[in-house]
């Protein structure tokens, strides 16, 4: 491998024999009939299988303080799920709201509760504003930026770097325009980049000055206790920083159980000041009964404490793990040393971030499909599913066993490496 | 009993005489230093008992179709769970979406979704109307109001008569005020009055020419199924009312399992035109990782098929029907010939509603709350809590044990007969 050589530095007829080279290859990929799916970040059976508990619990149907957790009430959730919430994202229970299956829905209610209302420090309701803007670090989750699109809410990107989102790109957006009223963060191991937030770079996007005086950060920390390594990186201290910056309201954060228990039936998490937390509370009960109880008395049994959550995610860990490195192992036998791709090596998080050359990502991720392996559509971790340079994708692997992740990775390069040859062949 | 006369017909002596004995049985009453509660509409824990094998389901983790529960996605909800709701709600399959624990949630979902985008048949979107209004039934459920006066959408009321909504007075603020946009319903066993909605009003109310090309009802059916006698009385087929009379997108209904199984952790229901589900389902879509699936599954495995919900319903009514007959025996006891007070003995729902001597019900509840029987503020079925004849007293009696209410009831009636002494006499 260490004797391959950047595509761009062969003679014509050099790359016109990787393009034959190539295509033979791809040839014979399509010639395996495969049937593979790499696009969404969905835990495998046997990540379930892990809290199959689950199916037996709770074993009891009062909570500590007696209360019956299968009527109704509660709506900040159990205060034993909250307390365990508490110290895994370093906040105080008193922060913590436990809710629903998603926490994609509780960011969603914030959103549209500011809309309707606006929250502590606004002047007015976000719907009687001219126009909204949020700040989207890139490549980023495409649900939250479909969720601004679908709202009318305009989309202003930012460089997502190793250390989170650039943060002097993010201070000059806010500073003068009263418009730009939020931003998305995915502080830990972010989709799709696997980045970490540093505790520098959050520091400043807690202080920064914006000309709006109810500035959010939608803080998503679905992937807080996901480590694939035996650094198991601390989340920085948003509220806390938030606070000591005098801007205590700024972040909302949100975490959830779904790629912790099951993906459908966990629990969701929300975490902020508790200014905050009187607004949403006062608004959201109007529109529930109370979350349901018995699913956080199931988590909490099947838990005990914060350091039951922490081993079971190593057991995620030991499953998931091999399969980001057969990702790795594949990109590398087919691309190293070509400099026509780079991909991330996470530490944490449920995604690889393989950025292509400009503008071959779609003709990839096409050729992929004709191939039988289904990918995230080239552009989805762009606002408007629009990526400038077409060049990112967005890889996951958690779903197909690992075989198959070998067998489709080893296709994916195939068809990195062809695109990458049409394109500097038709230049 | 029998020999007693209506209150108002009794001498000057004789009424400061019957007042008299009601200071000594209210002193008396309040010497008993009770503690009772009638103020919710929750189940009792018995009845949350005939669903304890819920603790041990579902069996499997595989919905009939192979796909796992656990896993996201499924945003309809489960088809197994959908078809049997749409046997006892009367609808097709395909016009039922199932939920999350709170059909609330849903209603405020649907409104909050109208606001933001406007929804099939809409000129614009509802927050960029001058102004909405809803014509509210009253007496009605406290929650419908303070979800719209939380949302700063104005009320006008209506009666609700046996036979559901005053349809004159409906037809007459629809016709030609294009800002009322909708309509709360409570259509089976209303909440607090027991009414059920006859097959005439329902199709006057979806056939009724509306300014609002986009008028909505908002059809509530939480007790559907809750029946307390034989009389089984089937709800109107509002979706095919509607349809037939050119309207169908007009109705969207909403039930729940919070009264069937576990009020905080059952499954939600909606059913609607298919132009109005494909509406909520794009929305919805960005909000939801799809709902609980696995709660799905485990009221499917519970029920087995609309039948199976059925049988479960008539397990309800023995446990809860005495209660109501305790109300009755009470109040007949202490009030019957007095001409003071008028209540209802429903054949199913939650609730007895109970209308005093006018400007006397706050009057009776804080004598009630005096002697540590705590009932439901008064007005709290009317809009911003205000009962403008001051009368209306919503009783709750399925939670407390039969004896619980024997004893509340029998001090009801005394304070309803003390209030009015009261007011007779201070004339």
Redesign the interface.
């Known amino acids: 491998m260490t004797s391959r050589v950047p595509l761009r530095s062969l003679s014509p007829d050099e790359l016109a024999s990787f393009l034959a080279h190539q295509q033979q290859a791809y040839a014979d990929l399509q010639a395996r009939g495969l049937k593979l799916d790499l696009t969404?970040g969905?835990?495998a059976?046997d990540q379930?299988d892990l809290?199959a508990a689950?199916?037996?619990l709770?074993?009891t149907?009062l909570d500590r303080s007696g209360a019956?957790?299968?009527?109704?009430?509660?709506l900040e959730g159990l205060p034993e799920l909250r307390e365990i919430f508490a110290e895994l994202l370093g906040v105080e229970a008193a922060q913590v709201l436990c809710g629903?299956?998603?926490s994609?829905?509780m960011m969603?209610?914030v959103l549209?509760f500011l809309?309707?209302w606006g929250g502590p420090g606004s002047e007015r309701a976000w719907?009687d504003e001219p126009v909204i803007k949020f700040v989207c670090p890139v490549p980023g989750y495409d649900?939250h930026f479909?969720?601004l699109a679908?709202?009318g809410i305009e989309m202003l990107t930012v460089p997502m770097n190793a250390d989170g989102p650039d943060v002097d790109a993010v201070a000059a957006l806010v500073a003068d325009d009263p418009a730009v009223k939020g931003m998305w963060v995915v502080p830990t191991y972010a989709n799709p980049t696997g980045s970490v937030v540093s505790p520098e770079v959050a520091r400043a996007l807690m202080a920064m000055p914006t000309a709006a005086p109810d500035f959010r950060i939608f803080w998503d920390n679905a992937y807080a206790l996901h480590h694939l390594t035996d650094d198991e990186v601390a989340s920085a201290d948003a509220l806390g920083l938030a606070a000591a910056a005098g801007n205590p309201d700024r972040p909302v954060l949100f975490a959830s159980t779904?790629k912790i228990t099951?993906?459908?039936?966990g629990v969701a998490v929300m975490a902020s000041s508790e200014a905050t937390k009187a607004w949403f509370l006062k608004?959201l009960s109007?529109?529930?009964?109370?979350?349901?109880?018995?699913?956080h008395l199931r988590h909490v049994e099947l838990f005990g404490d914060a350091e039951g959550v922490r081993a079971h995610m190593r057991r995620h860990r030991e499953l998931i793990a091999p399969k980001f490195a057969a990702v790795d192992a594949a990109l590398t036998a087919g691309l190293e040393g070509l400099e026509i791709a780079e991909w991330t090596r996470p530490t944490g998080g449920y995604f690889v971030n393989l950025d292509v050359l400009d503008d071959t990502a779609s003709r990839v991720v096409a050729l992929a499909k004709e191939a039988g392996i289904a990918l995230t559509p080239a552009g989805a971790s762009f606002p408007h599913g629009q990526d400038p340079r077409d060049r990112n994708i967005r890889l996951a692997p958690t779903f197909p066993p690992l075989d198959q992740v070998e067998a489709a990775m080893a296709g994916v390069a195939t068809c990195v490496a062809l695109a990458a040859a049409e394109h500097l062949t038709a230049g």
């Open positions: 969404r969905k835990p059976p379930l809290s689950l199916l037996d709770p074993t149907t019956d957790v299968r009527n109704y009430g509660g629903g299956n998603s994609l829905t969603h209610q549209t809309l309707l719907k649900r479909s969720m679908d709202l779904s099951w993906a459908g039936a608004h109007m529109a529930s009964i109370g979350p349901d109880k018995v699913n």
